[in-house]
């Protein structure tokens, strides 16, 4: 098991960056895919982005292509997504998730999650 906990989420204006944070304790942080998905308001969770166990491969939702970027330090067992030239349509609780489930893009294969940090981008 593994529990999970987000941060960096905040307000910023349109074109801005930010670089959100999840830190993982308990079970071996490095034997899970991690995700982020993300919950705009009267909107369901989509899938935001994944990496892979050892951080060398990621993938990303076409709507953050280009725009934001996923890591993992598995030494700090901590996972980051750098959102760059964000727009209003980001605004969102973002969450991190955990995963056993290679290349899964759906929530349901996801057992382990964060509270969630919230996003907005607004001028």
């Known amino acids: 098991q593994v529990q999970l906990v987000e941060s960096g989420g905040g307000l910023v204006q349109p074109g801005g960056s930010l670089r959100l944070s999840c830190a993982a304790s308990?079970?071996?942080?490095?034997?899970?895919?991690m995700s982020w998905f993300r919950q705009g308001p009267g909107k369901e969770r989509e899938f935001v982005g994944r990496i892979s166990f050892s951080g060398l491969t990621t993938y990303l939702a076409d709507s953050v292509k280009g725009r934001f970027t996923i890591s993992r330090d598995n030494a700090k067992n901590t996972m980051y997504l750098q959102m760059n030239s964000l727009k209003p349509e980001d605004t969102a609780v973002y969450y991190c998730a955990a995963s056993g489930v290679i290349g899964s893009t759906l929530y349901h294969d996801y057992p382990y999650w964060g509270q969630g940090t919230r996003v907005t981008v607004s001028s």
């Open positions: 308990g079970r071996a942080f490095s034997s899970y895919i």
